[in-house]
C-alpha cells in the first residue's frame, strides 16, 4: 500500500468566513513519481479515502493499477482524504464551517504546492466528480480532462432533501451510523438490484429476510470504520454543491471552463439521476463546451460505478 502523505496549508479561511491557522491535508501518490509524467487526480466519494487499489480495501482497484484503465505505469496517481473523512484520524468539529467549494479549493492549494502545474484528468465517483466540477469551475484552465461519474454540478432538490433525513437520522437516532447507512443504501441501490441479488429469500434460521440481513451488515461494518463527525461532515458537503453560486448564470460558469467534459451517468441512479447530466449536456453543448455524455448501463443504481468497471473502462479508454 501507498504511504499516507501530509501536507499542511497555513492560514486558510473558508468560503464561509472561518479562518484555520493550519490545515493538514492527507493524500496517496500511485503509479510514477511526481514530475515525470501526466498528473490524474481521483477524488473519493461519500465514505471513501485515498486508498484507490490495495488489495483488501482499495475501492477502485480494477479502475487504477498496472495495466488498468489509469494505469500507474503511465501516470502519476493523487488522492487526497476529504478532510475531516477520519482517515488519516482528523476530524472536524464544526462541520458546517466548509463547503464543496473549500475542498475543492484544498486539494489544488495543496497540488499548486507540490508544484503541479496541471491535472492532465480529475476523475471521480459522486461527490468526488462533484468536487472536481467545483476545481474546473475555480480554476478553469488547470484540469485538461474532468470526468465526473454519477455525479453533477450542484446539488438538486432531490438529494438536499435526502441529506436532510440523514443529518436528521445521525442527531437524533440511538444507533446513528448504522441507521443512516441501512437507509441511505436503499437510494445507492435500485429494486430491480434488490430483488436480483435477494428474491425475498430469508436467512438459513429464517429469522429475517436476506436484505434485511444484509443493510444490518453494512451498517454494522461502516461503524468499524467510519466515525459519526465524518459523516456528518461528508454528508453536510453533498448538499453544498453549486458551481454556479454567485455567479450571473450556470452558462457562464460553463462557457469559462477550459476542460474536455466527459460526463458518465448510470441510467438507474435514484442519488445523482441521468436526467440531470442530460441537461447539462445541452447546456455544455449549447454553450460550445466541448463535451461528452455516456451512460452505465446497470440495475444496480448509484452503486454502479463501483461495479461496472468493465463499462467505465469502454467509455475511458480513449482518454487514458
Request: charged share 25%; net charge positive.
Amino acid at each position: 500500500m501507498c504511504e499516507l502523505k501530509f501536507h499542511s496549508l497555513l492560514d486558510y479561511k473558508t468560503f464561509r468566513g472561518v479562518r484555520f491557522k493550519e490545515l493538514e491535508i492527507s493524500y496517496q501518490i500511485f503509479g510514477k513519481e511526481l514530475h515525470t509524467a501526466p498528473v490524474v487526480l481521483v477524488n473519493h466519494a461519500l465514505t471513501g479515502n485515498s486508498d484507490l487499489n490495495s488489495n483488501e480495501k482499495g475501492w477502485w482497484k480494477n479502475i487504477v493499477g498496472d495495466n488498468k484503465l489509469i494505469d500507474t505505469k503511465k501516470y502519476t496517481v493523487i488522492a487526497f482524504n476529504i478532510p475531516g473523512n477520519g482517515y488519516d484520524n482528523t476530524l472536524i468539529k464544526n462541520y458546517k464551517d466548509f463547503i464543496a467549494k473549500d475542498i475543492a479549493k484544498l486539494f489544488y492549494l495543496v497540488l499548486k504546492e507540490l508544484k503541479v502545474e496541471s491535472i492532465y484528468a480529475a476523475i471521480g465517483g459522486s461527490i468526488g466528480g462533484s468536487i472536481a466540477w467545483e476545481m474546473a469551475a475555480l480554476f478553469p484552465k488547470y484540469i485538461k480532462y474532468l470526468i465526473p461519474i454519477a455525479s453533477d454540478w450542484k446539488s438538486s432538490d432531490w438529494i438536499i432533501g435526502h441529506n436532510a433525513i440523514q443529518e436528521s437520522i445521525l442527531l437524533n437516532s440511538k444507533q446513528p451510523l448504522q441507521d443512516a447507512r441501512k437507509m441511505a443504501m436503499l437510494f445507492y441501490r435500485t429494486p430491480a438490484s434488490f430483488t436480483k441479488k435477494f428474491n425475498r429469500t430469508k436467512t438459513e434460521n429464517n429469522d429475517l429476510y436476506n436484505v434485511e440481513s444484509w443493510l444490518n451488515h453494512h451498517g454494522k461494518k461502516l461503524e468499524s470504520r467510519f466515525k459519526i463527525n465524518a459523516y456528518l461532515l461528508m454528508n453536510h458537503l453533498l448538499t453544498t454543491i453549486d458551481i454556479s453560486e454567485e455567479r450571473i448564470s450556470i452558462e457562464e460558469t460553463f462557457k469559462s471552463i477550459k476542460s474536455k467534459v466527459i460526463q458518465i451517468a448510470v441510467n438507474t441512479d435514484l442519488f445523482f439521476v441521468k436526467e440531470e447530466n442530460i441537461k447539462t449536456k445541452a447546456i455544455l453543448d449549447k454553450c460550445k463546451v466541448i463535451n461528452e455524455y455516456h451512460e452505465i448501463k446497470s440495475v444496480d443504481g448509484h452503486d454502479a460505478f463501483l461495479i461496472e468497471h468493465e463499462q467505465i473502462t469502454k467509455f475511458l479508454k480513449p482518454i487514458f
